[in-house]
């Protein structure tokens, strides 16, 4: 059986319209899952909305309609888009979903009846926006110390989660497992965190009503991170699909922004200790991007909108940039210029250039045919597994732009293999057909290899230059793990052409 790997986004809130950051978080998912089933594995990728919840309910009063509506009609607006995106998600879970609903209400009653779910009384202050509970000392300036809004105190009847009795085991599975939390910094904060000691978390809600109802007491609703958190799981069949739980169960990667990671690295393992669920393997933080150095927010109205911006650039483009101008992990700026110039250069020039003269070349000298095998060249070959190995590992600790700068290595090989071997010259001389023959072919294969190796980042992009290879069998259908290798290319395929991959940006 083929080894299996599930990957998950952050389910988005449906009081707002999706922006860049939802699309960045999504992207990176979708790379992932498009390597990983290039390299074997039997992918399960799964997004989604988390429709429950104050803030929900609040927008949908100020939208004069029911919060379902709302929902309904947000969640067109990121399916469309994720539609646009190419994402290649195999499900899209709501959290208002019957089956999710179910599994919520079940997780619930099993730690309920095993006593770590006991009701209470919490007086604290609450954020809307993050829909996160503080403590009078962790409000900064008697603000959210997370976004810097209004809070309001609550004085409410609640249910508490024994959050602070797996405190310990939380810590050790930590520090046994390095790769549970990434990047590294993330790690060591929460470790910190948890250091300061874990208080109770209060898991329900009494004074609104938009949310799952807590099993036997329907005054309550249950707090809608615990709420979405356990999409993680119902989405994998938790509930009703024991084959698949059992397949995919525990994550391989749960991909989510800085701003969430207290919710998934202590609220959420700590939730799976108590209902006896394995831990998800790793989650890796990434970081925020602002808009030409400025916070995007709602008063500013700087939102970049991911559809404008396939709308202006393409999306193939807009996927290269957010993964090749920072380290994932960090915080990242968005400029229309630092745009431009990747597409010029990158893309249009390197790669765009590379594909459209190797094309031209062999339509002079081959009629557009794909030459006979000759011998493979030993440099290129060497680099072609050096570009392999880097991206393995790059994958691996989710460093996207390395991955990028190595394939993008293996680009600059192959242009200067072409200014080496000079077919042009070759092409002069009657003499040297058999020569000329062996270098078109291994420029046209190393195309392919770098196909393969562009396809995760840019699909859309990669299918055309696929098809103008001329290959026959589906790119979805080939094991890059083995497909690195000189020499795959049919021999007397007939390449097709194909309008410039990238158009330059004036
Ligand atoms: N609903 C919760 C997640 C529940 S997961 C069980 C939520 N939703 S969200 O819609 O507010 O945000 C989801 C993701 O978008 C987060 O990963 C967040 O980091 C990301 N981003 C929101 N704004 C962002 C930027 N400006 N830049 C990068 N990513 C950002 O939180």
Request: proline share 5%; glycine share 6%.
């Amino acid at each position: 059986m083929r080894k299996s790997f599930y990957i998950t986004t952050p389910i988005y809130y449906v009081n707002d319209v999706p922006h860049i950051g939802h699309a960045y978080t999504t992207i990176a998912a979708d790379i992932v899952a498009r390597y990983k089933r290039l390299t074997g594995y039997d992918v399960f990728f799964l997004t989604g909305t988390d429709e429950h919840g104050h803030k929900v309910e609040k927008s949908a009063e100020a939208f004069n309609e029911r919060p379902i509506d709302l929902a309904n009609r947000v969640v067109k607006r990121f399916q469309d888009l994720w539609i646009r995106l190419t994402i290649s998600n195999n499900d899209f879970i709501r959290t208002t979903d019957e089956g999710h609903k179910q599994a919520v209400q079940s997780l619930f009653k099993k730690a309920l009846d095993n006593g770590d779910i006991y009701l209470g009384y919490y007086e604290d202050w609450y954020c809307t926006p993050c829909e996160t509970f503080w403590t009078q000392n962790q409000l900064h300036e008697g603000k959210c110390p997370d976004c810097g809004r209004e809070v309001e105190k609550l004085k409410e009847e609640s249910y508490f989660f024994r959050m602070s009795k797996y405190q310990n085991d939380l810590l050790t599975h930590i520090r046994n497992h390095p790769e549970f939390i990434q990047p590294e910094s993330r790690r060591n904060e929460i470790i910190s965190f948890i250091k300061e000691g874990l208080r109770d978390l209060s898991v329900s809600r009494t004074s609104f009503h938009w949310g799952v109802p807590v099993p036997g007491n329907d005054r309550h609703i249950v707090y809608v991170w615990i709420d979405a958190l356990i999409n993680y799981i119902s989405g994998a069949g938790y509930l009703n699909d024991p084959d698949k739980f059992a397949r995919y169960w525990p994550a391989d990667l749960h991909l989510i922004g800085k701003d969430i990671l207290r919710h998934h690295t202590i609220y959420w393992p700590t939730f799976l200790m108590s209902v006896s669920v394995p831990l998800f393997k790793k989650t890796f933080a990434h970081g925020w991007w602002t808009n030409e150095g400025k916070k995007m927010s709602k008063s500013l109205g700087n939102f970049i909108e991911p559809v404008k911006l396939i709308d202006d650039y393409g999306v193939d483009q807009v996927r290269y940039f957010l993964m090749r101008e920072v380290p994932f992990g960090l915080d990242a700026d968005f400029s229309h210029k630092a745009m431009v110039n990747r597409i010029n250069s990158d893309l249009a020039n390197d790669l765009g250039n590379l594909f459209n003269r190797s094309l031209v070349m062999t339509s002079k000298y081959f009629e557009g045919t794909v030459p006979a095998r000759g011998q493979g060249n030993n440099r290129l070959m060497d680099i072609q597994e050096k570009t392999f190995i880097q991206v393995e590992n790059a994958f691996n600790e989710l460093a996207f732009q390395k991955a990028l700068i190595a394939i993008w290595e293996l680009v600059s090989a192959v242009n200067k293999y072409i200014d080496e071997t000079a077919p042009f010259t070759l092409a002069k001389d009657e003499g040297k057909k058999g020569e000329l023959s062996m270098v078109i072919y291994n420029i046209l294969d190393a195309l392919r290899v770098i196909t393969l190796f562009v396809f995760p980042f840019m699909p859309a992009t990669a299918e055309k230059m696929w098809d103008g290879l001329g290959i026959k069998e589906k790119i979805t259908q080939q094991d890059l793990s083995q497909k690195y290798r000189w020499g795959d290319l049919p021999p007397g395929a007939e390449l097709k052409k194909i309008p410039p991959l990238f158009p330059r940006i004036l």
